[in-house]
Structures are given as structure tokens and as C-alpha cells.
């Protein structure tokens, strides 16, 4: 899907600034192009890329500010490739950034005392954007940020951990808008708050689209909340199991919601409803051993989960997981284009690196295998009902396959 953020800045500059939005997936930078201000967002893997535009824009004589997720939590490292930086949500910050552009300057740092109210945001300037060039399915932000503390979490870091939500009616305005059959909601966890979700389910009924969108296992403890996220249109949701082991769970610090010995029974729920399932499953944790892996595609196929999410635990910047590693002296590296949860970028406590690298990858090969996509999609049918759900879950898991095999090119 293509991407949400610099889409919303645009929407949020000024009408008499020209725009232009590049993106590297789909477009060719031109260094040598006129530019006030170049302003580029980063994530943890995208970051030694990010550096090198910015590097090269600055050597052409352009004013460079770097935001985002990575840039956000490693500023003093940021620092060196902008003239600014943007810390954290950047709805309050830019204005006044750009205020201070149009006076002949820039602070090196910007940074809101407050998170933003995210009531009245303006729709994202997707016509900026070669949407064509992407799965057609929008993304549409209803609230930011995740009541859980999981220990690897850095998005958890960057939007806190109180919840925020937007009106739901400008929720359902932006979704009509998009003029999409497909939405994608781009919610941590959007069922994190049951009442404001009833709410929101109830309102994208009547538009006759369908969605997906991210939240936690006990969605499937309230019928009522899985009946009205059926009939509003959600065929799948994106739900991190994280690990089969209750030990593991407790380590991450998700005990709360996430009880293994539950999981097959709210998988049944799930399909009962017709809701597909992207499984998030995570191998690296101090209790995994070698049977992690057999054990993990074993539960996968039994269960039927209809995209499997294979990761390998990765210690992002800014995140407990990461300080925890870096005092116990476990940390590999900092070659952040590895840390692309592909990769081993840590010392396991029950296997050696390259023990986990061969396990993730062998359980990669197995869930990912063209037969095991086919597998699953035709099971998938008997209670999705519908071709196209199964349909979209064998293309999530083709995409997935696509991803493991880029991650493991030098």
C-alpha cells in the first residue's frame, strides 16, 4: 500500500507553497531539482537510505528536516544529515517550521509539548501520490496510539500509549472520499477502545465497503463487536499472537489480552465471522529454543491462520527490548537497513544467531511455499464464503513471501 505520511503533510501546508512528493519505490529522485525545503520521513530499515538523499540534497545546497519514527528516536544521529528534525507527531510542529523557512531560518529541533488533538485533520493529499502503482486500498487513520507497553514495540514509543481518537464522522467523511471498495485502517489496535469501535463499525456500515485494519486477540471475546465488525465490512484483521508460549508473553508485557491457551477457540471465532486472520508470530524471544520454529508452522497450519506474519524479533531504538539487549551486551549491530525484522541483529538466549536466522528462514519456506499459500486460501473459502476474501489473504501472503526473500538479499 502506498504510504500515509507525507500525504498528510501536504495537507497540512500552506496552499501557497508548491508541493511535489517523491517516492523512491516508484520514482526516480532528481537531485539537481529546485527545492526550498526537502523534508523526508524514516523508519528504522529506511534510515541509512533517508541519510544518503538527505546527504546528497544538502550537498546541492537544499534545506533538509528529518521526521518520522527513526529519526524521531535517534536524534542526535538525525542531527547530522538535517538542518532540522522534527520529534514525534508533527501536526503542531509544522506550521511554525515552515513560519520560521519563510523568515530565513530553522531551529535544528522541533518538538510539540503535547500530543496532537486529532479532531479536525484535513484528508490526505493522495493525488500527490502514484496510488496506481500500489494494491488499491487506501489507508485511513482513526486513532494513534496502543494501551499495550510490548517490549519490542517502538511505534508504541513514538504515539504513547493513551489512546486518541478522531470524530467518527470524519472518519466515515475521509472513507466516502476515497471513493475505494478497499480500505485499510491504520490503527495500532483499533479495537483497543470496544465502545468508540462499536461506534465506528455501526457508521461504516451503511457505505457497503470492506476493510482491514490491526487489533488484539480479545476482539473475539465480545460477539457483539465481532457481529458489527462483520456487517461494517472488515473481511481480516491484522492480530499479533506474538508467540506460543505463555512465558514469552509475559516477557513482552501483553499477559492481558494475549492467552495462548485461548488462541484456537478465538480463531474459530474469527472465521466464524468471516474475518481472515494475518497472524503475527515472532521467533527470538529468551524462552525460544530450536522447536520454535516446527512448533509455530505446526499451530499455523492447524489452525488454518489464514496469512502468517513471520518475524524475527528485532530491538528497535527507543524500546525496552533494545535497552535490555545493549546492558546485557547481546546487540550485533546497529546496520539499521538490517533491522528489517528479517534479519538477526541480536544474540538469542537458547540458540545462536545463525540458529535463529536458519530456523526463521525454514519457517518462512514452509508458510510462504506457493503449495502452502494455495493450501490455505482454498481452506479459507469453506468459511469466508466469498472468493475475493480468500483471494485477498493468498495475495497479503504472496506479499509476504515477496518481503522474506528481499530481506535475505545482501
Not at 506457493?370 to 464464503?385: F, L, P, T
Amino acid at each position: 500500500m502506498s504510504q500515509l505520511t507525507l500525504p498528510l503533510m501536504a495537507a497540512l501546508t500552506p496552499a501557497k507553497h508548491d508541493i511535489a512528493i517523491l517516492d523512491e519505490n516508484v520514482d526516480v529522485i532528481d537531485f539537481d531539482q529546485e527545492a526550498d525545503l526537502v523534508a523526508i520521513t524514516a523508519l528504522t530499515p529506511t534510515a541509512p537510505r533517508a541519510y544518503e538523499i538527505a546527504d546528497e540534497f544538502r550537498r546541492r545546497g537544499r534545506k533538509v528536516v528529518l521526521g518520522g519514527v527513526h529519526p524521531s528516536l535517534m536524534v542526535d544521529e538525525a542531527s547530522i544529515h538535517a538542518d532540522s528534525v522534527v520529534v514525534g507527531e508533527s501536526e503542531d510542529i509544522w506550521p511554525a517550521l515552515l513560519a520560521d523557512l519563510d523568515n530565513g531560518g530553522m531551529k535544528k529541533r522541533y518538538q510539540a509539548d503535547t500530543k496532537p488533538d486529532l479532531a479536525g485533520l484535513p484528508f490526505p493529499r493522495r493525488d500527490l501520490m502514484k496510488e496506481n502503482a500500489y494494491l488499491n486500498i487506501p489507508k485511513v487513520e482513526t486513532s494513534r496510539g496502543c494501551p499495550f507497553r510490548c517490549s519490542f514495540c517502538s511505534t508504541t514509543v513514538f504515539y504513547g500509549t493513551r489512546m486518541r481518537f478522531r470524530p467518527v464522522e470524519e472518519v466515515v467523511a475521509e472513507v466516502k472520499a476515497a471513493e475505494h471498495r478497499f480500505v485499510f485502517f491504520t490503527d495500532n489496535n483499533i479495537t483497543a477502545n470496544k465502545n468508540y469501535a462499536k461506534r465506528l463499525f455501526r457508521a461504516l456500515a451503511p457505505l457497503g465497503v470492506f476493510w482491514l485494519s490491526q487489533g488484539s486477540i480479545d476482539m473475539a471475546d465480545d460477539i457483539e463487536l465481532m457481529k458489527l465488525a462483520t456487517a461494517s465490512g472488515c473481511v481480516g484483521m491484522l492480530v499479533g499472537f506474538e508467540s506460543l508460549s505463555d512465558a514469552n508473553i509475559l516477557e513482552i508485557g501483553k499477559k492481558a489480552t494475549n492467552r495462548v491457551e485461548e488462541y484456537e477457540e478465538k480463531i474459530r471465532i474469527f472465521h466464524k465471522h468471516k474475518i481472515g486472520l494475518i497472524g503475527c508470530f515472532v521467533f527470538g524471544f529468551d524462552g525460544d529454543d530450536e522447536s520454535v520454529f516446527k512448533k509455530t508452522v505446526d499451530f499455523i497450519n492447524r489452525n488454518n491462520i489464514d496469512c502468517p506474519q513471520l518475524t524475527v524479533l528485532t530491538p528497535y531504538p527507543g524500546t525496552s527490548l533494545r535497552a535490555d539487549l545493549e546492558s546485557q551486551g547481546r546487540l550485533l549491530h546497529s546496520r539499521w537497513e538490517k533491522y528489517d525484522v528479517g534479519n538477526v541483529t541480536f544474540i538469542p538466549k537458547k540458540m545462536t544467531p545463525e540458529e535463529l536466522q536458519k530456523g526463521y528462514n525454514w519457517a518462512c519456506d514452509k508458510v510462504y511455499s506457493h503449495m502452502a499459500i494455495i493450501r490455505r486460501g482454498i481452506k479459507s473459502m469453506k468459511y469466508m464464503k466469498q472468493p475475493y476474501r480468500s483471494y485477498l489473504f493468498t495475495r497479503n501472503s504472496s506479499i509476504y513471501r515477496k518481503l522474506y526473500l528481499v530481506s535475505q538479499e545482501d
